[in-house]
Each structure stands twice: as structure tokens, then as C-alpha cells.
């Protein structure tokens, strides 16, 4: 018997749009035994949520995430909000009995994120970490050629995110741009997906030391906008207001194993969209991937032939591939929007079968344990073990 899950969506714009898009297409290409109903969606500005119900084919809509959390008939609740809300959702949700799917980074600090994982933990109930990276293809195949051994003793992994959407003085402060709201800048929100991809692929980090830079301090206060906008879209309004976040983040790690690392992320990289790219070394091997190029692999082998060795590159489109094979054809690439639905079809499963999704909170945690290591090494100016915090 298909098992009905009905979803409370708290948050309605970027990640909002996201998540319901992945609710609709999971089941249409996924089978398992739990369906996705939209429910509820919620979001403060009552004409805005309204709007996006209708837009993304929700049955309701609130304006209280406490009510929804509440509500008898919700079994999952979808936290797509601002960061500085996801502890509270998250635990009062816990307390009512609700199965949590939660986006990253998981919250403002690390002891916020650990009360999280307690509330969930002391609640029985199944909890998810939105690094929807994990569901690439592509990141898939890496980690089994990496535990088939393919690579051989693991060296480096080093990885760049790089934006630019913040390159013009003139951008208001949103806010991601504040710290009491955000946390971070992109070393909570680019540097967390850089290290889930790190702990997935390559192991567990043990120390770490960083340097940051906020480049530009002032920016113009947004404008109130009436419209259902995305952030990118605000429009700059009366004044000045300082950045309280970082505009990049370095770090270098080394790892249990004792792998070496770097990590860069920024929002002032001239140029750059949405490059994540990363490459592991190793002893037999080496992976690159460039989510620009999100539907392939670079794989070199020196179990090649002499004459043939070289950086191949493969199309990760095949029906041996992960995921692949709900989709397309070979042949016939995927993109960004799929990672969500792949996502939402896993924790779909996870919830028919009674099993706990991955990434959990658990996982959430461990990155904030990095996340905050780093900026704690920031402060100190000295290597911090993941240990001493």
C-alpha cells in the first residue's frame, strides 16, 4: 500500500520553489511506497505565500509556522526558511511528533545545531540535511569509484565555490548579508556543501585554520518589494547599512586519514556563477568535477595503458549510474533542479521503509563542527581540532 506523506513547507522563495518542483516530479519519476501530498506551504507576507501557493500547487497556505507545526494532519515538515529559524522549527517540530527535512546549513552555530540533533534524537523522529550535492550523479559515481578503490590511497582534496552576485558596491544588504540572520556569508552557505562533499568522498576532518575577508563593509538598505522576487532580484532603497559577513572564506584542513585539504569560497569571484569544483588525488587515480559541467566526471587512472593514460571524461548518463535511471536516455543530461528531486525520492523511500535518510542531522552537525572550527581558528589565528569543540 503507497503511504501518503503530507508536507508542511515552511519558506516560499528560492529553496521554497526548489523543494516543491522536487515534491511534484519525485513520485512522477521515482516509485516507492510513500507519495508526497503539498499540503501546507508557509511564509509571513500573506499575499506573497498566497501567491506561491497557487504558483506551486499547494492546497493552503499559512502565515504561522507555528500553527503548521502543530497541525494533526502534517507528517513532514520542510524547513526552507532563513537560517536563523531553522533551530526553532526544527525543535518545535521534533516536539509535535514530525519527520524534519531541514536545509543547510543546519543553523547559526554549532549549539544551536546540536540542540536540534538532541530534539530529533529525543523525538524518535526521521531528520534529513538538505546538501542536495550528494545526489549528483556524477558525486555518486566518485564515491563508489573512490570505495571500489579506484583511486587508491587518497592525497588531496581541494575545492572551490565561487559566485559573483555580489560584485557591484551597489547591491543592497539582503540578508545573507547579515550576520544575526545568516550566520555566515559564504563560508556557512558554499563552504558547508564543500565540506559534506568532503566528509561523503574522502573521510573525517581533524583540524583546520582559516583566514576571511568582508571586501565591501557598506552596502545600500534593500527596498520593500510587494513581488515575489528572488534575492538576486532586490532592489537597492534609502541608506547605508554594514555587512556583517564575511565575502570570502579560505581554509586548509587535514583529515583523520590524513588527507590534506583546501577549501575557497566567495561572492566576489568576477566571473563565476556557480562554479563548485573540486579534485581528489590519489595514489592510483584522480576525480575532478565542475557542477558547471554537473553531468560529468573526470576520472584518470594509472591502470591505464602508458600510452593511453590521460584525464578521460565521462558522461555520467548511463543507466549503471546513480539515478540515472529514473530519467533519460544516455545521452540525455539532467540539472540542478533533478539533485532536489532526487533528494526528496530518496527521504520518500527512507520514510516508506521506516529508515533513517542520510544525510541526517547527524551530518548537519559534523559540518557545523567545521564550519565553526574554522572561524574559531579565524579568531585564534591557530589550528583548531574538530575535537575541541
Not at 74 to 100: P, Q, V, Y
Amino acid at each position: 500500500m503507497v503511504k501518503k506523506v503530507n508536507i508542511g513547507l515552511i519558506g516560499y522563495k528560492f529553496m521554497g520553489k526548489a523543494h516543491s518542483h522536487a515534491f511534484i516530479d519525485a513520485p512522477f519519476f521515482f516509485k516507492s511506497g510513500a507519495i508526497p501530498v503539498r499540503k501546507v506551504i508557509c511564509g509571513r507576507t500573506e499575499h506573497l505565500v498566497k501567491q506561491a501557493a497557487q504558483n506551486f500547487g499547494w492546497e493552503s497556505y499559512e502565515t504561522s509556522w507555528e500553527k503548521v507545526v502543530e497541525r494533526k494532519d502534517i507528517d513532514l515538515i520542510d524547513i526552507a526558511t532563513s537560517n536563523n529559524s531553522h533551530r526553532d522549527i526544527a525543535i518545535a517540530a521534533a516536539e509535535n511528533g514530525k519527520d524534519i527535512f531541514c536545509e543547510k546549513p543546519m543553523a547559526l552555530s554549532l549549539g544551536q545545531a546540536r540542540e536540534m540533533l538532541n530534539a530529533v534524537e529525543k523525538a524518535g523522529v526521521k531528520h534529513m540535511i538538505g546538501f542536495n550535492y550528494r545526489r549528483v550523479p556524477a558525486i555518486s559515481l566518485a564515491k563508489r569509484l573512490i570505495e571500489d578503490g579506484r583511486l587508491g590511497r587518497i592525497y588531496h582534496f581541494r575545492a572551490t565555490y565561487l559566485q559573483d552576485w555580489l560584485i557591484d558596491p551597489n547591491f543592497p544588504v539582503v540578508w545573507k548579508l547579515r550576520k544575526e540572520v545568516a550566520g555566515s556569508g559564504p563560508h556557512g552557505d558554499l563552504n558547508a556543501h564543500l565540506i559534506d562533499s568532503a566528509r561523503y568522498l574522502v573521510g573525517e576532518f581533524d583540524k583546520v585554520i582559516g583566514i576571511n575577508k568582508t571586501f565591501i563593509k557598506e552596502r545600500p538598505k534593500p527596498a520593500l518589494s510587494g513581488e515575489l522576487t528572488t534575492m538576486l532580484t532586490a532592489e537597492k532603497g534609502e541608506g547605508m547599512e554594514e555587512v556583517t559577513v564575511d565575502d570570502a572564506t579560505l581554509f586548509l584542513a587535514e583529515f583523520e586519514n590524513g588527507v590534506l585539504g583546501s577549501f575557497e569560497a566567495s561572492r566576489l569571484a568576477t566571473g563565476r556563477k556557480n562554479y563548485q569544483r573540486f579534485e581528489i588525488n590519489g595514489s592510483k587515480g584522480s576525480i575532478v568535477f565542475n557542477f558547471e559541467k554537473m553531468n560529468e566526471l573526470q576520472f584518470y587512472s594509472k591502470d591505464d595503458a602508458d600510452d593511453a593514460q590521460g584525464f578521460r571524461t565521462i558522461l555520467v548518463t548511463e543507466e549503471s549510474h546513480p539515478y540515472i535511471k529514473a530519467w533519460w536516455p544516455p545521452g540525455h543530461i539532467i540539472g540542478y533542479e533533478q539533485t532536489f528531486v532526487n533528494e526528496m525520492a530518496d527521504l520518500m523511500e527512507c520514510i516508506a521503509t521506516d529508515k533513517m535518510p542520510v544525510p541526517s542531522f547527524v551530518d548537519g552537525v559534523k559540518c557545523q563542527e567545521v564550519l565553526e572550527a574554522v572561524d574559531r581558528s579565524i579568531e585564534s589565528g591557530r589550528w583548531v581540532r574538530i575535537k575541541e569543540l
